[in-house]
Protein backbone atom coordinates (compact mmCIF):
# COMPACT_ATOMS: atom_id res chain seq x y z
CA UNK A 1 0.00 0.00 0.00
CA UNK A 2 2.53 2.42 0.98
CA UNK A 3 4.64 1.68 -2.51
CA UNK A 4 1.11 3.06 -4.41
CA UNK A 5 0.87 5.79 -2.26
CA UNK A 6 4.29 6.60 -3.05
CA UNK A 7 3.88 6.15 -6.77
CA UNK A 8 0.84 8.14 -7.02
CA UNK A 9 2.44 11.12 -5.18
CA UNK A 10 5.89 10.84 -7.22
CA UNK A 11 3.70 11.29 -10.66
CA UNK A 12 1.64 13.92 -9.27
CA UNK A 13 4.90 16.01 -8.17
CA UNK A 14 7.25 15.03 -10.93
CA UNK A 15 5.71 18.11 -13.72
CA UNK A 16 6.32 20.33 -10.90
CA UNK A 17 9.87 19.35 -10.19
CA UNK A 18 10.30 18.91 -14.26
CA UNK A 19 8.88 23.27 -14.47
CA UNK A 20 11.49 23.68 -11.77
CA UNK A 21 14.44 22.32 -13.33
CA UNK A 22 13.51 24.32 -16.47
CA UNK A 23 13.47 27.25 -14.53
CA UNK A 24 16.73 26.76 -12.88
CA UNK A 25 18.13 26.00 -16.20
CA UNK A 26 17.10 29.15 -17.98
CA UNK A 27 17.88 31.52 -15.17
CA UNK A 28 21.17 29.78 -15.35
CA UNK A 29 21.56 30.44 -18.80
CA UNK A 30 20.30 34.28 -18.58
CA UNK A 31 22.99 34.68 -15.36
CA UNK A 32 25.56 33.20 -18.05
CA UNK A 33 24.63 35.29 -20.60
CA UNK A 34 24.12 38.31 -18.42
CA UNK A 35 27.84 38.21 -16.94
CA UNK A 36 28.80 37.05 -20.27
CA UNK A 37 28.19 41.17 -21.77
CA UNK A 38 30.06 44.10 -22.32
CA UNK A 39 30.29 46.16 -19.45
CA UNK A 40 27.68 49.34 -19.65
CA UNK A 41 30.65 51.52 -18.13
CA UNK A 42 34.47 51.70 -18.52
CA UNK A 43 37.42 53.25 -16.50
CA UNK A 44 38.29 55.22 -19.19
CA UNK A 45 41.10 55.70 -20.25
CA UNK A 46 41.54 52.08 -20.61
CA UNK A 47 45.23 52.52 -21.82
CA UNK A 48 46.65 54.49 -18.80
CA UNK A 49 49.87 52.79 -18.30
CA UNK A 50 52.69 51.41 -20.32
CA UNK A 51 52.72 47.83 -18.02
CA UNK A 52 51.39 44.13 -17.89
CA UNK A 53 48.09 45.49 -17.19
CA UNK A 54 47.17 49.31 -18.25
CA UNK A 55 43.85 49.76 -16.68
CA UNK A 56 44.87 48.94 -13.12
CA UNK A 57 48.50 48.98 -12.62
CA UNK A 58 50.16 51.17 -11.82
CA UNK A 59 52.92 52.24 -14.02
CA UNK A 60 54.66 55.20 -16.77
CA UNK A 61 51.70 56.78 -18.12
CA UNK A 62 51.44 56.21 -21.65
CA UNK A 63 49.34 58.27 -23.99
CA UNK A 64 47.73 56.08 -26.93
CA UNK A 65 45.32 57.18 -29.94
CA UNK A 66 43.31 56.31 -32.95
CA UNK A 67 42.10 53.11 -31.54
CA UNK A 68 41.27 50.09 -34.47
CA UNK A 69 39.37 47.21 -33.02
CA UNK A 70 39.64 43.71 -33.90
CA UNK A 71 37.55 41.10 -32.66
CA UNK A 72 38.46 37.42 -32.97
CA UNK A 73 36.40 34.75 -31.10
CA UNK A 74 36.00 36.08 -27.81
CA UNK A 75 39.23 38.64 -28.01
CA UNK A 76 38.94 42.34 -28.44
CA UNK A 77 42.53 43.15 -30.26
CA UNK A 78 42.70 47.24 -29.94
CA UNK A 79 45.62 48.67 -31.80
CA UNK A 80 46.64 52.24 -31.04
CA UNK A 81 48.96 54.31 -32.17
CA UNK A 82 51.46 55.91 -29.48
CA UNK A 83 52.07 59.82 -28.52
CA UNK A 84 55.29 60.51 -27.76
CA UNK A 85 55.63 64.37 -27.41
CA UNK A 86 57.05 66.06 -24.57
CA UNK A 87 54.78 68.28 -22.40
CA UNK A 88 54.01 71.91 -23.87
CA UNK A 89 55.34 70.59 -27.14
CA UNK A 90 53.31 71.16 -30.44
CA UNK A 91 53.30 68.75 -32.74
CA UNK A 92 52.48 64.68 -33.13
CA UNK A 93 55.47 62.89 -32.19
CA UNK A 94 54.66 59.17 -32.88
CA UNK A 95 56.90 55.73 -34.34
CA UNK A 96 55.24 53.03 -33.34
CA UNK A 97 51.96 50.79 -33.20
CA UNK A 98 50.61 49.40 -29.93
CA UNK A 99 48.39 46.03 -29.18
CA UNK A 100 45.95 45.30 -26.66
CA UNK A 101 43.73 42.75 -25.71
CA UNK A 102 41.28 42.10 -23.72
CA UNK A 103 38.13 39.19 -23.05
CA UNK A 104 35.95 41.46 -21.27
CA UNK A 105 36.68 45.04 -21.99
CA UNK A 106 37.68 45.55 -18.31
CA UNK A 107 40.96 43.77 -17.81
CA UNK A 108 44.02 44.34 -20.60
CA UNK A 109 46.96 43.22 -21.77
CA UNK A 110 49.70 45.14 -23.24
CA UNK A 111 51.16 43.30 -25.99
CA UNK A 112 53.40 45.91 -26.53
CA UNK A 113 54.67 47.52 -29.84
CA UNK A 114 53.87 45.16 -33.35
CA UNK A 115 54.97 47.62 -35.90
CA UNK A 116 57.00 50.87 -36.19
CA UNK A 117 57.39 53.41 -38.92
CA UNK A 118 60.73 52.14 -40.12
CA UNK A 119 59.33 48.79 -40.88
CA UNK A 120 58.72 50.09 -44.25
CA UNK A 121 61.69 51.04 -45.47
CA UNK A 122 60.26 53.72 -47.61
CA UNK A 123 58.67 55.84 -44.96
CA UNK A 124 61.06 58.56 -43.42
CA UNK A 125 61.78 59.58 -40.18
CA UNK A 126 63.80 61.19 -37.19
CA UNK A 127 64.68 62.11 -33.53
CA UNK A 128 62.12 64.90 -33.89
CA UNK A 129 59.20 62.10 -35.38
CA UNK A 130 58.17 58.90 -37.14
CA UNK A 131 54.95 60.24 -38.29
CA UNK A 132 53.39 57.10 -37.28
CA UNK A 133 49.88 58.24 -38.13
CA UNK A 134 46.47 56.29 -37.66
CA UNK A 135 45.77 52.58 -39.08
CA UNK A 136 43.68 49.68 -39.59
CA UNK A 137 43.88 46.03 -38.78
CA UNK A 138 41.77 43.59 -40.24
CA UNK A 139 41.91 39.72 -40.50
CA UNK A 140 41.27 37.67 -44.09
CA UNK A 141 41.22 33.37 -44.38
CA UNK A 142 42.36 31.88 -47.32
CA UNK A 143 40.22 29.30 -49.23
CA UNK A 144 42.14 26.57 -46.54
CA UNK A 145 40.98 28.31 -43.71
CA UNK A 146 44.09 29.85 -42.36
CA UNK A 147 43.78 33.16 -41.21
CA UNK A 148 46.54 36.17 -42.54
CA UNK A 149 46.41 39.78 -40.72
CA UNK A 150 46.78 42.98 -42.45
CA UNK A 151 47.82 45.98 -40.78
CA UNK A 152 47.26 49.12 -43.18
CA UNK A 153 49.58 52.20 -41.93
CA UNK A 154 49.32 56.10 -42.97
CA UNK A 155 53.11 57.00 -42.44
CA UNK A 156 55.19 59.89 -44.51
CA UNK A 157 58.08 59.08 -47.31
CA UNK A 158 57.56 56.93 -50.17
CA UNK A 159 56.74 59.17 -52.71
CA UNK A 160 57.77 59.06 -56.67
CA UNK A 161 59.80 62.21 -56.80
CA UNK A 162 60.92 61.99 -52.89
CA UNK A 163 58.46 64.91 -52.07
CA UNK A 164 57.14 65.32 -48.47
CA UNK A 165 54.10 63.28 -48.20
CA UNK A 166 51.50 61.13 -46.46
CA UNK A 167 51.21 57.41 -47.91
CA UNK A 168 49.58 54.25 -47.18
CA UNK A 169 51.67 51.14 -46.38
CA UNK A 170 50.32 47.71 -45.95
CA UNK A 171 52.03 45.20 -43.86
CA UNK A 172 51.11 41.59 -43.47
CA UNK A 173 51.74 38.88 -41.16
CA UNK A 174 50.37 35.30 -39.70
CA UNK A 175 49.67 36.18 -36.38
CA UNK A 176 47.99 39.32 -34.98
CA UNK A 177 50.44 40.26 -32.55
CA UNK A 178 53.08 40.43 -35.60
CA UNK A 179 55.43 40.34 -36.85
CA UNK A 180 54.08 42.73 -39.03
CA UNK A 181 56.04 42.58 -42.86
CA UNK A 182 55.34 44.52 -45.97
CA UNK A 183 54.91 42.59 -48.84
CA UNK A 184 54.24 45.33 -51.81
CA UNK A 185 57.69 47.06 -50.82
CA UNK A 186 55.74 50.52 -51.72
CA UNK A 187 52.59 52.17 -50.95
CA UNK A 188 49.42 51.43 -51.59
CA UNK A 189 48.39 55.15 -52.03
CA UNK A 190 50.83 57.98 -53.25
CA UNK A 191 50.29 61.67 -53.42
CA UNK A 192 49.62 61.18 -57.01
CA UNK A 193 46.56 59.36 -56.77
CA UNK A 194 44.78 61.80 -55.27
CA UNK A 195 45.91 64.80 -57.00
CA UNK A 196 43.37 66.06 -58.62
CA UNK A 197 41.47 66.49 -55.57
CA UNK A 198 43.26 67.91 -53.13
CA UNK A 199 46.85 69.29 -52.80
CA UNK A 200 48.12 69.38 -48.77
CA UNK A 201 50.96 66.28 -48.23
CA UNK A 202 48.35 64.68 -45.61
CA UNK A 203 45.34 63.78 -47.18
CA UNK A 204 46.30 60.27 -47.91
CA UNK A 205 45.62 59.64 -44.09
CA UNK A 206 43.82 57.42 -41.80
CA UNK A 207 42.86 54.41 -43.52
CA UNK A 208 39.92 51.98 -42.67
CA UNK A 209 39.30 48.53 -44.53
CA UNK A 210 35.96 46.90 -44.70
CA UNK A 211 35.60 43.62 -46.17
CA UNK A 212 31.43 42.72 -46.85
CA UNK A 213 29.77 39.85 -46.71
CA UNK A 214 30.41 38.54 -50.25
CA UNK A 215 34.10 38.43 -49.81
CA UNK A 216 34.69 42.01 -51.37
CA UNK A 217 36.87 44.45 -49.66
CA UNK A 218 37.15 48.13 -49.40
CA UNK A 219 39.69 50.71 -47.87
CA UNK A 220 38.81 54.02 -46.82
CA UNK A 221 40.71 57.09 -46.49
CA UNK A 222 41.29 60.61 -45.98
CA UNK A 223 41.52 64.51 -45.05
CA UNK A 224 39.63 67.01 -46.27
CA UNK A 225 37.90 64.34 -48.55
CA UNK A 226 36.62 61.06 -48.49
CA UNK A 227 38.24 58.49 -50.49
CA UNK A 228 37.90 54.74 -51.64
CA UNK A 229 39.10 52.12 -53.57
CA UNK A 230 38.11 48.22 -54.00
CA UNK A 231 41.14 46.36 -52.97
CA UNK A 232 42.14 42.73 -54.43
CA UNK A 233 41.33 39.44 -52.68
CA UNK A 234 45.01 39.28 -51.17
CA UNK A 235 44.08 42.75 -49.75
CA UNK A 236 47.95 43.93 -50.54
CA UNK A 237 47.28 45.62 -54.25
CA UNK A 238 44.01 47.65 -55.32
CA UNK A 239 41.72 45.79 -57.99
CA UNK A 240 43.15 46.08 -61.51
CA UNK A 241 46.53 47.46 -60.04
CA UNK A 242 49.06 46.21 -62.30
CA UNK A 243 53.05 46.07 -61.70
CA UNK A 244 55.83 43.93 -62.45
CA UNK A 245 57.78 41.91 -59.50
CA UNK A 246 61.42 42.38 -58.87
CA UNK A 247 63.31 39.15 -58.19
CA UNK A 248 62.23 39.53 -54.32
CA UNK A 249 58.73 39.82 -55.57
CA UNK A 250 58.30 43.07 -54.62
CA UNK A 251 56.05 45.64 -56.77
CA UNK A 252 58.17 48.19 -59.76
CA UNK A 253 56.78 50.06 -62.81
CA UNK A 254 53.48 50.31 -61.06
CA UNK A 255 50.67 50.85 -63.39
CA UNK A 256 47.15 52.47 -61.29
CA UNK A 257 45.25 54.03 -64.46
CA UNK A 258 42.69 51.01 -64.54
CA UNK A 259 41.92 51.83 -61.06
CA UNK A 260 38.77 53.02 -59.82
CA UNK A 261 39.52 55.61 -56.93
CA UNK A 262 36.15 57.06 -56.00
CA UNK A 263 34.95 60.05 -53.46
CA UNK A 264 32.10 60.97 -50.92
CA UNK A 265 31.01 64.55 -50.88
CA UNK A 266 27.97 64.17 -49.24
CA UNK A 267 29.26 64.13 -45.45
CA UNK A 268 29.14 67.31 -44.04
CA UNK A 269 32.16 68.72 -42.14
CA UNK A 270 34.15 65.53 -43.47
CA UNK A 271 37.67 66.15 -41.63
CA UNK A 272 38.98 62.39 -41.63
CA UNK A 273 39.37 59.40 -40.21
CA UNK A 274 36.72 56.99 -41.95
CA UNK A 275 35.58 54.36 -40.23
CA UNK A 276 33.41 51.69 -41.90
CA UNK A 277 31.39 48.62 -40.40
CA UNK A 278 27.60 46.68 -40.45
CA UNK A 279 25.36 46.12 -37.48
CA UNK A 280 21.82 44.55 -37.63
CA UNK A 281 21.94 44.79 -41.68
CA UNK A 282 22.99 48.45 -41.81
CA UNK A 283 26.02 49.90 -42.90
CA UNK A 284 27.45 52.86 -40.76
CA UNK A 285 30.06 55.15 -41.64
CA UNK A 286 31.59 56.71 -38.78
CA UNK A 287 33.99 59.85 -39.23
CA UNK A 288 35.42 62.88 -37.73
CA UNK A 289 33.57 65.98 -38.37
CA UNK A 290 34.80 69.67 -38.85
CA UNK A 291 37.75 71.36 -36.39
CA UNK A 292 37.64 70.38 -33.25
CA UNK A 293 36.37 67.85 -33.93
CA UNK A 294 33.33 65.47 -33.70
CA UNK A 295 32.56 61.92 -34.38
CA UNK A 296 29.49 61.93 -36.59
CA UNK A 297 28.33 58.97 -38.94
CA UNK A 298 25.99 58.33 -42.50
CA UNK A 299 23.82 54.63 -43.20
CA UNK A 300 23.67 53.13 -46.26
CA UNK A 301 22.60 49.97 -47.88
CA UNK A 302 25.65 49.29 -49.40
CA UNK A 303 29.39 49.54 -48.34
CA UNK A 304 29.78 51.71 -51.46
CA UNK A 305 27.05 54.04 -50.39
CA UNK A 306 25.32 56.11 -50.90
CA UNK A 307 25.33 57.18 -47.35
CA UNK A 308 22.60 59.39 -45.65
CA UNK A 309 24.08 61.66 -43.12
CA UNK A 310 22.83 60.86 -39.78
CA UNK A 311 24.30 63.21 -37.11
CA UNK A 312 26.85 63.28 -34.46
CA UNK A 313 27.15 61.43 -31.82
CA UNK A 314 29.77 63.00 -30.20
CA UNK A 315 31.07 66.53 -29.58
CA UNK A 316 34.62 67.91 -29.74
CA UNK A 317 36.09 66.68 -26.20
CA UNK A 318 38.00 68.55 -23.89
CA UNK A 319 42.22 69.15 -24.58
CA UNK A 320 42.46 68.06 -27.88
CA UNK A 321 40.94 68.58 -31.23
CA UNK A 322 40.47 65.28 -32.52
CA UNK A 323 38.88 61.87 -32.47
CA UNK A 324 39.65 58.85 -33.71
CA UNK A 325 36.44 56.43 -34.18
CA UNK A 326 35.74 52.56 -33.76
CA UNK A 327 32.74 50.92 -34.31
CA UNK A 328 32.46 47.19 -33.17
CA UNK A 329 30.27 44.28 -31.89
CA UNK A 330 31.55 42.27 -28.77
CA UNK A 331 29.74 39.37 -27.38
CA UNK A 332 26.06 41.11 -29.01
CA UNK A 333 26.97 44.19 -27.99
CA UNK A 334 28.25 47.41 -29.93
CA UNK A 335 31.16 49.53 -28.83
CA UNK A 336 33.06 52.58 -29.77
CA UNK A 337 36.69 53.09 -29.32
CA UNK A 338 37.94 57.09 -29.66
CA UNK A 339 40.62 59.02 -27.82
CA UNK A 340 40.44 61.56 -25.76
CA UNK A 341 42.75 63.98 -23.37
CA UNK A 342 42.18 63.17 -20.05
CA UNK A 343 45.05 61.85 -18.42
CA UNK A 344 47.13 63.70 -16.73
CA UNK A 345 49.53 65.78 -18.78
CA UNK A 346 47.19 65.04 -21.49
CA UNK A 347 46.35 67.39 -24.43
CA UNK A 348 45.95 67.61 -28.33
CA UNK A 349 49.90 65.53 -29.02
CA UNK A 350 49.17 63.13 -25.93
CA UNK A 351 46.29 62.04 -26.23
CA UNK A 352 44.27 58.46 -24.92
CA UNK A 353 42.22 55.91 -25.55
CA UNK A 354 38.55 55.03 -24.47
CA UNK A 355 35.73 52.85 -25.03
CA UNK A 356 31.77 53.51 -24.31
CA UNK A 357 28.95 51.48 -25.22
CA UNK A 358 26.57 51.97 -28.51
CA UNK A 359 22.90 51.65 -28.01
CA UNK A 360 20.47 52.11 -31.08
CA UNK A 361 17.37 53.32 -31.97
CA UNK A 362 14.22 51.18 -33.39
CA UNK A 363 15.23 52.27 -36.63
CA UNK A 364 18.94 51.85 -36.80
CA UNK A 365 20.18 55.69 -35.81
CA UNK A 366 22.32 55.88 -32.97
CA UNK A 367 21.99 57.51 -29.46
CA UNK A 368 24.51 59.83 -28.27
CA UNK A 369 27.11 58.32 -27.02
CA UNK A 370 27.50 58.84 -23.20
CA UNK A 371 30.84 59.19 -21.89
CA UNK A 372 31.95 57.38 -18.97
CA UNK A 373 34.51 56.73 -16.07
CA UNK A 374 35.21 55.61 -12.51
Known amino acids: MSERIFAQLFCLLLPALMSCSADLTENSVAAGSAAAAPPSSFDNPIIKYDTADPTHQPGDIIYTADPAVMVIDDTVYLYSTRDEQALEVNDYRMYEYRLWTSSDLLNWQNKGAVLRYSDFAWARGNDKTGNAYAHHVIQRKDATGKARYYFYAAVEGGQTNGEFGFAIGVAASDNPAGP ?32 DDDGRAYLYWGNKQLWWVELESNLIHLKDESFTPDASGKMQNRDVSQVQIHTVDTLPNFEEAPYVSKHNGIYYLLYAAGFPESIAYATSSSATGPWQYRGIIMPPLPGTTTIHPALFDFKGNTCLAYHNADLPGGGNYRRSVAIDRVYFNADGSIKPIVRTAK
Do not use: C
Not at 198 to 206: M, P, T, V, Y
Open 180 to 211: FTDPRGMPMILLEDTAQYKDHSWRNIDPAVFI
